[in-house]
């Protein structure tokens, strides 16, 4: 009687303890689940079958020089040989890209596509001598200058 009493007493005091207390019990009783429970453990992703050979597989890493478009997408009637020198060269500035460290162009031609900077070689018979926000110079093998215009 007595403890309860006072227990009684306790509580019509510190009127505030009544929602308190439960609820520190419920946060107490979810750390102790939550420290008790096993970590799950994260699985290792699932390595590609190396000797398969779907299209879901093939990734390509960037920035490569050099890109090679599929063949369903050229017409070999339409293309001319970029390093011909008796025929018209077929280059076409893509898109330039200028940055205080090193200027980049994308340049393609025919079926091959090129991120180049200045210095870099197109095939065996162009560099890229400068690259301007507009207009990449190109030097062929004779020091013949060639000027490609963004579009």
Same mark, same amino acid.
């Given at each position: 009687?007595?403890?309860?009493?006072?227990?009684?007493?306790?509580?019509?005091?510190?009127?505030?303890? +009544?929602?308190? &207390? @439960?609820?520190?019990?419920? =946060?107490?009783?979810?750390?102790? #689940?939550?420290?008790? $429970?096993?970590?799950?453990?994260?699985?290792?992703?699932?390595?590609?079958?190396?000797?398969?050979?779907?299209?879901?597989?093939? +990734?390509?890493? &960037? @920035?490569?020089?050099?890109? =090679?478009?599929?063949?369903?997408? #050229?017409?070999?009637? $339409?293309?001319?040989?970029?390093?011909?020198?008796?025929?018209?060269?077929?280059?076409?500035?893509?898109?330039?890209?200028?940055?205080?460290?090193?200027?980049?162009?994308?340049?393609?031609?025919?079926?091959?596509?090129? #991120?180049?900077?200045?210095?870099?070689?197109?095939?065996?018979?162009?560099?890229?001598?400068?690259?301007?926000?507009?207009?990449?110079?190109?030097?062929?093998?004779?020091?013949?200058?060639?000027?490609?215009?963004?579009?």
């Amino acid at each position: 009687g007595r403890k309860k009493s006072a227990f009684s007493e306790f509580i019509k005091k510190n009127k505030s303890l +009544v929602y308190l &207390l @439960p609820i520190l019990v419920v =946060v107490i009783l979810v750390a102790i #689940i939550l420290k008790l $429970k096993p970590a799950k453990q994260m699985k290792p992703p699932s390595q590609p079958n190396v000797g398969a050979t779907t299209d879901a597989l093939k +990734v390509e890493v &960037l @920035p490569q020089m050099e890109r =090679v478009k599929p063949s369903e997408d #050229i017409d070999f009637t $339409k293309t001319n040989d970029p390093f011909s020198t008796n025929e018209a060269v077929a280059f076409s500035l893509k898109g330039v890209l200028l940055s205080e460290e090193k200027d980049a162009a994308i340049i393609e031609t025919g079926s091959r596509t090129y #991120i180049v900077s200045a210095g870099d070689s197109i095939g065996s018979y162009w560099v890229v001598e400068k690259i301007d926000d507009k207009k990449v110079t190109l030097i062929d093998r004779d020091g013949n200058d060639l000027v490609i215009t963004l579009k």
